[in-house]
């Protein structure tokens, strides 16, 4: 049990050490210089010995303070994310995105902000150093990747939306419906992000999990990346309907189309993850396929699902009395 604590501190320290040694470097004369919110920015020279020590222990008291709130807090922010995604993504992807993209700037200001606070008494007479060079135009090379893919993204689903929109006009009469690829080409770049900065920060990555550990989740996320991406360019390429809504009939990925007059009813209804157009069956037709009910889901589709709903309900209605 003993050498269990021992080990988690340990490994806590190990992590602890690597993402401090970021904010800290030394120059050409050798005095220790911090930078608060990272070497992309201004930092402090500490001429003083005991001001330093000051500095380094206040550091590491903030870290050690977050890294107990850390793990609730993410849980916290994850649970918000999937909530926004889910309510906010199917509806407008792009500024989905572009408010990720915000978000988590706000919070890695925030927690600069925090971490200065904790340290701003210590700095009262060090110099003030400029930001690295390096480490500042490896920042925008970043800003302008993540502006590049979020441009990539919405040229992406423009291009999708063009080819949709061209085959639905060739089909005159009917409505299709076509998968959304804004989910799995979101979670795509998400999911490569993450397997870019875990490399690119194996050691925190690894001091976390442990090596092995670490190496078979990046491969797990690796093969997922990889099959949400092949999924979205099979979509792009050749993108098929999923649900078809004509004055007549639905389709609805089955190899069976219902004819209008064969459903006696239309109910909506949701699970945790899914809604369905739920349709019961008039009783020749339920008696000759076996079944009361089928159902067609229509989420995950370009459009929302409340706008595909009120579409088939539109266009079962002239034939709810069974003509």
């Known amino acids: 049990m003993c050498h269990g604590k021992r080990a988690q501190v340990l490994q806590s320290r190990r992590i602890m050490q690597s993402t401090t040694s970021v904010r800290w470097d030394v120059d050409s004369a050798g ?28 550091d590491e008291s903030y870290s050690e303070r977050s890294s107990k709130i850390g793990r609730p ?14 309510f906010v993504f199917s509806r407008h992807p792009v500024l989905s995105l572009s408010g990720l993209y915000a978000l988590l700037v706000v919070l890695t200001y925030l927690e600069g902000i925090l971490r200065y606070s904790s340290v701003r008494e210590h700095l009262a007479n060090a110099d003030i150093v400029p930001a690295k060079a390096q480490s500042r135009q490896r920042l925008f090379i970043f800003a302008g990747a993540a502006a590049a893919l ?58 976390r ?65 899914k809604t369905y157009a739920v349709m019961t069956l008039r009783p020749q037709i339920a008696g000759s396929l076996g079944k009361v009910t089928d159902r067609c889901e ?15 309900v539109a266009a079962w209605q002239p034939h709810a009395n069974g003509s």
């Open 298 to 312: 229509i989420d995950g589709l370009t459009v929302d699902d409340e706008t595909v709903y009120r579409t088939i």
């Open 31 to 58: 005095q220790a210089i911090y930078y608060p919110f990272g070497p992309a920015f201004a930092g402090y020279r500490l001429t003083d010995p005991t001001a330093e020590q000051s500095v380094r222990q206040a």
């Open 150 to 207: 979020l441009v990539a993204f919405w040229v992406v689903l423009a291009i999708y939306d063009l080819q949709i929109s061209a085959l639905a006009a060739n089909h005159a009469g009917e409505t299709w419906l076509f998968p959304s690829i804004a989910g799995s080409l979101f979670f795509s770049i998400a999911l490569f992000l993450f397997v870019f900065f875990a490399i690119l920060r194996f050691d925190v990555f690894s001091a």
């Open 209 to 273: 999990l442990g090596q092995h550990k670490a190496t078979l989740t990046l491969v797990v996320v690796v093969v997922i990346d990889v099959g949400l991406a092949g999924w979205s360019v099979t979509k792009f390429v050749a993108p098929a309907p999923s649900v078809i809504i004509s004055d007549r009939s639905i389709r609805c990925g089955w190899s069976y189309s219902y004819l209008w007059r064969e459903i006696r009813s239309l109910e909506s209804r949701s699970t945790r993850y």
């Open 73 to 86: 807090l993410v849980q916290i922010v994850g649970t918000l994310l999937v909530g926004y995604v889910i």
